[in-house]
């Protein structure tokens, strides 16, 4: 028997000798896809409207791949919610759903058609993959059979999970990974009950699977990355335009560069739920990424990745802030909501100062020098150290430089798309209890934009002024070692409170 990392690594080469010689670099597509969604039709559809649903999706789908593989793509990921469109009702869903075997049976569902009953969707992706010869990363739904007696089994008789397929360049299933953390709104599906940890080789790399917002959790995505060491990571995704931090290509773009991993991301594109913004994100500089809140149609992104991405060397989040005091505060300090976050802020008065602003045990240091300070703009320092409670529960630390809607201090972290203030430099630090930080920033218009250097000691600097005027530079830092209180130990009224008011917010917003 040979010892575990020998067997891998002579897989690797078995996968490499065999198909081709493995590959430096590849190319990866990502398709924004304008989802057809279902009418809202009084009764559930039946199967065979639903299958002529998901029909039309994956024709355009099949567009998209076809392009993708002319264009020399190895792989092309789909968005979440791609091929059903976005439904939150367990019976409405249930005539989308396939069965959808494990990997392990070896199988290509484009030539052996009816080996686990009628899948017309499976088939349909495995040809698309196999006709083209490339991989595909689709987002469908999977059903299993339970025992209504048994209490966790739901009241249809089946667990229903969120699931992202992949298949390879031959249609063989590859990959079947089940969503883990579902938003307020997916009632329709079930979480299983231990995270996946889903990867599958190719001779362009190691990849790993999330969706949607299991990326912003520790299992699975830590651990992919980390103990799994996988190379590239694919998020199907639905989702929102959440400004200012959460702003899809923003933080996408920063997960990529604060894991040190590849990362393609495909969402929907949908104006109604304001969902945009899909892209191809390296950990070094190259980053590829479309959003667009104004036009109708869905677009191809196909962009050159390494195939193992070079990492430059890691980062100490909190060395600088660590060894400097905080300056004496020059203002006063008040108090303002972010993502329903109550941030500690502080206003900078002239245009140019240094100033630090601390929440609990995070303190955020700012050093900025504005080309001219304008009236009728408001910027300002945040700090947040705790419990981000809508949506989701998690503890984040997160340092901001950014500009206020209007000159109302009240109106600090509300969305905002403009700016007119220019800034020569800056640098931004913070004291981050752990090395989960994600650099970011956003320039006028609402650009998501690279324009600064990260040192080694966790400072996030321009010395050059940026391309346009500045809406905001963010460190988000992620404290997974915090897990989630039990109800009792937090604040429950305030807890609840925040649910009602996230909860008429989706109401109000159809919010995913
Ligand atoms: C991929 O290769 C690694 C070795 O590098 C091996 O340990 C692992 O089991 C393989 N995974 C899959 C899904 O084939
Ligand atoms: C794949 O190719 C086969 C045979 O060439 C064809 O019958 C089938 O319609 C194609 N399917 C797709 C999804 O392109
Ligand atoms: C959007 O797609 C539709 C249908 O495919 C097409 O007719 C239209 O020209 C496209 N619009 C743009 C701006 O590409
Ligand atoms: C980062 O720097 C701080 C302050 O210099 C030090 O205390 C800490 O141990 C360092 N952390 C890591 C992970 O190296
Ligand atoms: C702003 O500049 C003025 C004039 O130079 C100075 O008196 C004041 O102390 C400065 N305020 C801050 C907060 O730095
Ligand atoms: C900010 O700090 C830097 C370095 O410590 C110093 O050179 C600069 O004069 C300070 N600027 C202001 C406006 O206090
Ligand atoms: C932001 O600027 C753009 C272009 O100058 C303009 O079209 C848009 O309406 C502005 N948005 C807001 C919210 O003012």
């Given at each position: 028997?040979?010892?575990?990392?020998?067997?891998?690594?002579?897989?690797?080469?078995a996968l490499c000798?065999?198909?081709?010689?493995?590959?430096?670099?590849?190319?990866?597509?990502?398709?924004?896809?304008?989802?057809?969604?279902?009418?809202?039709?009084?009764?559930?559809?039946?199967?065979?409207?639903?299958?002529?649903?998901?029909?039309?999706?994956?024709?355009?789908?099949?567009?998209?791949?076809?392009?993708?593989?002319?264009?020399?793509?190895?792989?092309?990921?789909?968005?979440?919610?791609?091929?059903?469109?976005?439904?939150?009702?367990?019976?409405?869903?249930?005539?989308?759903?396939?069965?959808?075997?494990?990997?392990?049976?070896?199988?290509?569902?484009?030539?052996?058609?009816?080996?686990?009953?009628?899948?017309?969707?499976?088939?349909?992706?495995?040809?698309?993959?196999?006709?083209?010869?490339?991989?595909?990363?689709?987002?469908?739904?999977?059903?299993?059979?339970?025992?209504?007696?048994?209490?966790?089994?739901?009241?249809?008789?089946?667990?229903?999970y969120n699931t992202?397929?992949?298949?390879?360049?031959?249609?063989?299933?590859?990959?079947?990974?089940?969503?883990?953390?579902?938003?307020?709104?997916?009632?329709?599906?079930?979480?299983?009950?231990?995270?996946?940890?889903?990867?599958?080789?190719?001779?362009?790399?190691?990849?790993?699977?999330?969706?949607?917002?299991?990326?912003?959790?520790?299992?699975?995505?830590?651990?992919?990355?980390?103990?799994?060491?996988?190379?590239?990571?694919?998020?199907?995704?639905?989702?929102?335009?959440?400004?200012?931090?959460?702003?899809?290509?923003?933080?996408?773009?920063?997960?990529?560069?604060?894991?040190?991993?590849?990362?393609?991301?495909?969402?929907?594109?949908?104006?109604?739920?304001?969902?945009?913004?899909?892209?191809?994100?390296?950990?070094?500089?190259?980053?590829?990424?479309?959003?667009?809140?104004?036009?109708?149609?869905?677009?191809?992104?196909?962009?050159?990745?390494?195939?193992?991405?070079?990492?430059?060397?890691?980062?100490?989040?909190?060395?600088?802030?660590?060894?400097?005091?905080?300056?004496?505060?020059?203002?006063?300090?008040?108090?303002?909501?972010?993502?329903?976050?109550?941030?500690?802020?502080?206003?900078?008065?002239?245009?140019?100062?240094?100033?630090?602003v601390c929440q609990?045990?995070?303190?955020?240091?700012?050093?900025?020098?504005?080309?001219?300070?304008?009236?009728?703009?408001?910027?300002?320092?945040?700090?947040?150290?705790?419990?981000?409670?809508?949506?989701?529960?998690?503890?984040?630390?997160?340092?901001?430089?950014?500009?206020?809607?209007?000159?109302?201090?009240?109106?600090?972290?509300?969305?905002?798309?403009?700016?007119?203030?220019?800034?020569?430099?800056?640098?931004?630090?913070?004291?981050?209890?752990?090395?989960?930080?994600?650099?970011?920033?956003?320039?006028?218009?609402?650009?998501?934009?690279?324009?600064?250097?990260?040192?080694?000691?966790?400072?996030?600097?321009?010395?050059?002024?940026?391309?346009?005027?500045?809406?905001?530079?963010?460190?988000?830092?992620?404290?997974?070692?915090?897990?989630?209180?039990?109800?009792?130990?937090?604040?429950?009224?305030?807890?609840?409170?925040?649910?009602?008011?996230?909860?008429?917010?989706?109401?109000?917003?159809?919010?995913?």
């Amino acid at each position: 028997m040979l010892p575990s990392q020998w067997q891998g690594y002579l897989a690797i080469i078995a996968l490499c000798a065999f198909k081709a010689t493995c590959l430096d670099t590849f190319k990866a597509a990502v398709y924004e896809h304008a989802v057809i969604m279902p009418s809202e039709s009084v009764r559930p559809l039946n199967r065979e409207e639903a299958l002529t649903l998901m029909n039309k999706n994956m024709d355009i789908l099949e567009q998209a791949i076809i392009s993708a593989a002319k264009q020399g793509a190895h792989i092309i990921v789909t968005p979440e919610y791609g091929i059903s469109g976005l439904i939150s009702d367990r019976l409405r869903i249930y005539p989308f759903l396939e069965n959808i075997p494990h990997p392990q049976v070896n199988w290509i569902p484009c030539i052996d058609r009816y080996r686990f009953g009628s899948t017309p969707v499976q088939e349909r992706l495995s040809c698309m993959a196999r006709n083209n010869s490339i991989y595909v990363v689709a987002n469908m739904a999977d059903r299993k059979t339970c025992d209504p007696t048994v209490s966790k089994c739901p009241f249809n008789g089946y667990y229903q999970y969120n699931t992202n397929v992949v298949y390879d360049s031959e249609g063989k299933l590859v990959a079947r990974y089940y969503k883990k953390y579902m938003l307020t709104k997916e009632v329709q599906f079930d979480s299983p009950l231990e995270s996946e940890l889903v990867t599958f080789n190719t001779t362009f790399g190691k990849f790993g699977i999330l969706t949607g917002f299991d990326i912003l959790f520790h299992d699975p995505a830590v651990i992919l990355v980390e103990t799994l060491k996988v190379d590239t990571i694919v998020l199907p995704v639905a989702w929102m335009n959440n400004l200012p931090y959460l702003y899809p290509a923003a933080f996408h773009a920063a997960w990529a560069v604060g894991m040190r991993v590849n990362l393609l991301v495909s969402n929907i594109h949908n104006d109604v739920n304001q969902m945009t913004g899909s892209g191809i994100y390296a950990p070094d500089s190259s980053k590829v990424y479309y959003i667009d809140m104004h036009s109708e149609n869905g677009t191809l992104l196909v962009s050159q990745l390494d195939s193992h991405p070079k990492l430059l060397p890691p980062v100490n989040w909190s060395s600088y802030a660590k060894s400097i005091e905080p300056f004496s505060a020059k203002e006063e300090e008040f108090k303002s909501s972010i993502l329903f976050d109550k941030f500690t802020f502080q206003e900078l008065i002239n245009d140019t100062g240094n100033y630090s602003v601390c929440q609990k045990t995070l303190c955020c240091y700012l050093s900025y020098k504005m080309s001219e300070k304008k009236a009728n703009e408001v910027y300002v320092l945040g700090a947040f150290d705790g419990l981000h409670v809508a949506e989701e529960e998690y503890y984040i630390q997160v340092c901001t430089l950014l500009k206020c809607l209007t000159t109302m201090l009240e109106t600090c972290g509300l969305p905002t798309e403009n700016a007119s203030t220019s800034f020569d430099m800056f640098s931004l630090s913070g004291t981050f209890d752990s090395q989960y930080v994600f650099p970011e920033m956003l320039l006028s218009g609402l650009q998501v934009a690279w324009e600064f250097e990260v040192l080694s000691d966790g400072r996030i600097v321009n010395k050059n002024g940026t391309s346009k005027p500045l809406l905001m530079v963010t460190l988000f830092g992620r404290q997974y070692q915090k897990t989630k209180p039990t109800s009792a130990s937090i604040h429950l009224g305030f807890a609840l409170l925040m649910k009602l008011i996230t909860l008429i917010f989706v109401l109000y917003s159809a919010i995913w």
